[in-house]
């Protein structure tokens, strides 16, 4: 189910269940007693809510964020069981946000082939696109260029145009 391969002295895992990471980031995280830095791969973001899919509540056609919460304060990463439990109701791309709410990372930075978009905003970007007016003439904008300024952050995308 997860593929561990050792690159540099490092474990690097790869799976097609994506939540299922929870156990050795936890394992890990626990190993080494702080929270971790996660580098990730992948061809989209992977940073839905926690438990998205399982609270939500189609009568109101939202997201049951008490209903949410209740199922992540059951999950102590020192406790692999809780962590098991949780896997039932995970699904796919709900595990960073995940693992960053329960202090398995307090910084991710995703590489993403369909991130069309910096995350955070730079600061030049938001003052472009807040200074851009629909149905008016914007010939005159210029579009900022690089390098810019980005706010502090726990999650980080460069847009898919970034060389690395």
Not at 40 to 58: C, K, M
């Amino acid at each position: 189910m997860i593929k561990t391969k050792i690159i540099n002295n490092k474990k690097v895992y790869i799976t097609d269940k994506h939540h299922y990471l929870l156990i050795p980031w936890s394992n890990y995280r626990n190993q080494i007693g702080k929270s971790l830095l996660l580098f990730t791969l992948d061809h989209h973001n992977d940073w839905n809510e926690p438990f998205n899919s399982y609270a939500y509540n189609s009568d109101k056609m939202a997201h049951d964020k008490e209903k949410a919460q209740n199922e992540l304060d059951k999950i102590d990463i020192s406790v692999p069981d809780t962590i098991v439990d949780a896997l039932q109701k995970l699904r796919y791309d709900e595990h960073i946000i995940t693992a960053m709410r329960i202090d398995i990372f307090d910084k991710v930075v995703i590489i993403s082939y369909d991130s069309y978009d910096d995350h955070p905003i730079p600061y030049e970007i938001d003052k472009f696109r807040e200074s851009w007016r629909p149905g008016k003439s914007n010939q005159n904008m210029t579009v900022p260029k690089r390098p810019y300024t980005y706010p502090d952050s726990d999650i980080y995308v460069p847009e898919n145009l970034c060389w690395i």
